[in-house]
């Protein structure tokens, strides 16, 4: 059984509609990161939470929003989506910030 | 700047040839490494990890060596077979840069059966 699962697998959007990507984790983890994969720039860190309730911005915020509401449940939230937001996302959870990070299987996501 | 450099986009072998992996990395202290590997249509997955503690990661044959004098930390097998065809990432956690994961770009590995 997967422990680190994510919601939609692929995505269409239009420019400018609204955007929930969805993860789910039966890891017990306290931490839960969203990434985002592009050709050439690996994986780029956008939010991440350690705790529920709280979210972190990590090195690529902008356009994107988190929610915690659950230490099971981390949601990437895209506001206003764009064409420079068409990537693959990954979600992840640890149980402490330099362990091990298990990855979900992605969301592929198109905006057209 | 980068935090990690991988400067191999694409590796091409032949089952059985050697693989080396190049990864350097930049920090002002001394970092937790890690490579992940990542399959078609997968998430990445841990491969091995590296502490200032045990200094070299084994695991399904692979090996990394942490090199401190030379911040480097290679990634090697003696003979690769072609199901180890996939995306290798070279990765650190640092306690001043917050502990957050910071990735390589990335290497494809093909392994030619």
């Known amino acids: 059984e997967a422990a680190v699962t994510q919601s939609p697998r692929s995505k269409v959007a239009v420019t400018g509609g609204k955007v929930t990507l969805s993860c789910h984790q039966t890891n017990n983890h306290d931490y839960m990161y969203w990434y985002r994969q592009d050709t050439g720039h690996g994986l780029r860190l956008i939010h991440y939470s350690y705790v529920a309730d709280s979210t972190e911005k990590g090195d690529i915020p902008d356009g994107y929003k988190a929610s915690r509401p659950s230490q099971e449940n981390f949601s990437l939230i895209l506001e206003l989506a764009s064409l420079s937001q068409t990537a693959v996302y990954f979600c992840?959870?640890?149980?402490?910030?330099?362990?091990?990070?298990?990855f979900g299987p992605g969301t592929r996501l198109t905006v057209l | 700047g980068d935090s990690v450099t991988q400067k191999q986009g694409q590796v091409t072998l032949s089952e059985d040839d050697f693989l080396f992996i190049n990864c350097t990395y930049s920090?002002?202290?001394?970092?937790?490494l890690f490579w992940y590997v990542q399959y078609p249509g997968q998430g990445p997955q841990l491969l091995l990890k590296?502490?200032?503690?045990?200094n070299k990661g084994i695991s399904r044959g692979f090996e990394a060596t942490y090199d401190k004098g030379t911040t480097s930390f290679h990634l090697q097998k003696a003979s690769v077979q072609e199901s180890d065809s996939a995306v290798y990432f070279c990765a650190l956690v640092e306690r001043n840069m917050g502990y957050k994961l910071t990735f390589g770009t990335g290497t494809s590995l093909l392994v030619d059966p």
């Open positions: 590296v502490t200032t503690a045990n």
């Open positions: 992840a959870s640890s149980g402490t910030p330099d362990a091990e990070q298990f």
């Open positions: 920090t002002t202290t001394y970092p937790t």
